[in-house]
């Protein structure tokens, strides 16, 4: 087992920017993959990025058109979701998850999940 936990969620008016945090606390973050979900009320649970343990590979969502960046620093044992331009659609709890192997955009292939952080955008 895995503790994941975010944070940076809160409410922001569409065009704004907020920076999510992942880590695991008492592992060494570099030992894992990291992705990021997003669940609004109603919909499914989505892909939004994923990167590799040194950041050597990165995807991301369609959606996302260049508005956010997934990044790492494994000196501080943190990952990051970096979100610019956000807009009301963008409203969802988000999600990190984390994975010894670099695993897909499903949900299913994940196991080890953080709380969620709530990310509000406003008109």
């Known amino acids: 087992q895995v503790q994941v936990v975010e944070s940076g969620g809160g409410l922001v008016q569409a065009g704004g920017s907020l920076r999510l945090s992942c880590s695991a606390p008492g592992r060494t973050f570099s030992d894992f993959c990291m992705a990021w979900f997003r669940q609004a009320p109603g919909k499914e649970r989505e892909f939004v990025a994923r990167?590799?343990?040194?950041?050597?590979?990165?995807d991301y969502a369609d959606f996302v058109q260049g508005r956010f960046t997934i990044s790492r620093d494994n000196a501080k044992n943190t990952g990051y979701l970096q979100m610019d331009t956000l807009k009301v659609e963008d409203t969802a709890n988000y999600y990190c998850a984390v994975s010894r192997q670099y695993r897909g955009q499903s949900p299913s292939e994940y196991i080890d999940w953080g709380q969620g952080t709530q990310v509000t955008v406003t008109s």
């Open positions: 990167i590799t343990w040194e950041g050597s590979q990165i």
